[in-house]
């Protein structure tokens, strides 16, 4: 079992920036690639970004490219979302996912590849 802990959403005006970060216990932290969703009132969960176990490949929705940076910390065990120039349009309960089952560049962006889940942190921009 991996348990996942999200925190630092908020409220931000457009422009501004947060930083979400995951914190991960249980089993070993480097074992597993991890992910970020969001899920919009009314939508269905998408993905954001996704990092390898090493740290060394990242995966960005076309949506933050250029505006968002994921990133780990293994000896922390800890996964971060960088989220600059923030968008109304990005608000969304973001979630943290890990999975040790996808391999392959397009597993990294369905939520059916993640095997566990944080409880998910508000973010909110206003405009």
């Known amino acids: 079992q991996v348990q996942l802990v999200e925190s630092g959403g908020g409220l931000v005006q457009a422009g501004n920036s947060l930083r979400l970060s995951c914190a991960a216990s249980?089993?070993?932290?480097?074992?597993?690639?991890m992910g970020w969703f969001l899920q919009a009132p009314g939508k269905e969960r998408e993905f954001v970004a996704a990092i390898s176990r090493s740290g060394v490949t990242t995966y960005y929705a076309d949506s933050v490219k250029g505006r968002f940076t994921i990133s780990r910390d293994n000896a922390k065990n800890t996964v971060y979302l960088q989220m600059n120039s923030l968008k109304p349009e990005d608000t969304a309960v973001y979630y943290c996912?890990?999975?040790?089952?996808?391999?392959?560049?397009?597993?990294?962006?369905?939520?059916?590849?993640?095997?566990?889940w944080g409880q998910g942190t508000q973010v909110t921009v206003s405009s």
């Open positions: 996912a890990a999975t040790s089952r996808a391999t392959s560049r397009s597993s990294y962006y369905f939520d059916r590849s993640y095997d566990y």
């Open positions: 249980g089993r070993t932290f480097s074992g597993y690639a």
